[in-house]
């Protein structure tokens, strides 16, 4: 009995990898053309918020939001949530109206296909070049300059460790929305690590919970308060996760 779940949960995970791909192939020629200039990236993004919401639904996820919070079109943010799984990035693509860019790591560029896509359409960061993370902040003032939000994790990886609720936060978040002077938003993704984590014979459909919290101005903020502002996003958010975990045991 155990054999045939390990058959069905690698065939459904199989089944994610086909669903991702074979959309992007079939709108190919159109994700050329959306990926070709940043004026059409607000479409490109409605684009990808539709493949995204396919991609979970035929998972058989169902995502259950929780937060009132409302966001001024044209007004940028700093979306932010906790990073477990794969399924992440699809997850905020569906819950966050507001066009957003992700930063994200250079080594994704190595995907077939997605790849490609994935170099025009985000700011790729090389963690172990300081240039690197210098040209990210040039990268997404052009970004804020025409509108558009900014999505980092700032975990800055999946913990490997499967029994780590929360990762230490990397400074990029803060760093840049004191820079920019934007506000971040920070979100909670209880269910990711769960329903499909990097752990192969894991995970299940079923609710993806979003808990979006209370936003945290930078407004005349400097740069020497992102430890403050990192440290009590932490606290906030790992308390909401712990909490969870009790409530559920």
């Not at 995970?13 to 070709?36: D, N």
């Not at 109206?97 to 025009?120: A, C, D, M, S, T």
């Not at 740069?223 to 996003?233: F, G, S, Y």
């Amino acid at each position: 009995m155990e054999i045939i779940k390990i058959i069905l949960r690698s065939l459904w995970r199989v089944w994610f990898y086909v669903v991702a791909g074979s959309i992007i192939i079939v709108l190919l020629p159109v994700l050329l053309i959306l990926t070709s200039h940043e004026r059409f990236y607000s479409i490109f993004y409605k684009l990808a918020r539709w493949w995204a919401k396919v991609v979970i639904f035929l998972m058989g996820f169902k995502v259950k939001i929780e937060g009132n919070q409302k966001f001024e079109n044209g007004k940028s943010y700093m979306f932010s949530a906790n990073h477990t799984s794969m399924i992440d990035a699809f997850l905020m693509l569906a819950v966050v109206k507001n066009p957003i860019v992700f930063v994200g790591k250079q080594e994704l560029v190595k995907l077939p296909i997605f790849g490609f896509f994935y170099k025009r359409t985000c700011i790729l960061v090389d963690r172990s070049n300081s240039e690197s993370r210098k040209n990210v902040y040039e990268s997404a003032q052009r970004k804020l300059n025409r509108g558009f939000s900014v999505c980092i994790f700032p975990e800055g990886l999946v913990p490997s460790d499967e029994s780590i609720v929360l990762s230490d936060f990397r400074n990029g978040v803060f760093s840049l929305s004191i820079e920019h002077q934007i506000p971040i938003v920070p979100m909670i993704f209880y269910d990711c690590k769960n329903r499909f984590s990097y752990t192969i014979n894991s995970g299940s459909p079923g609710i993806l919970r979003v808990k979006i919290l209370d936003v945290i101005e930078t407004e005349n903020l400097i740069i020497n308060d992102k430890d403050m502002i990192r440290e009590k996003m932490f606290s906030i958010m790992y308390q909401e996760l712990i909490t969870d975990l009790k409530n559920h045991q």
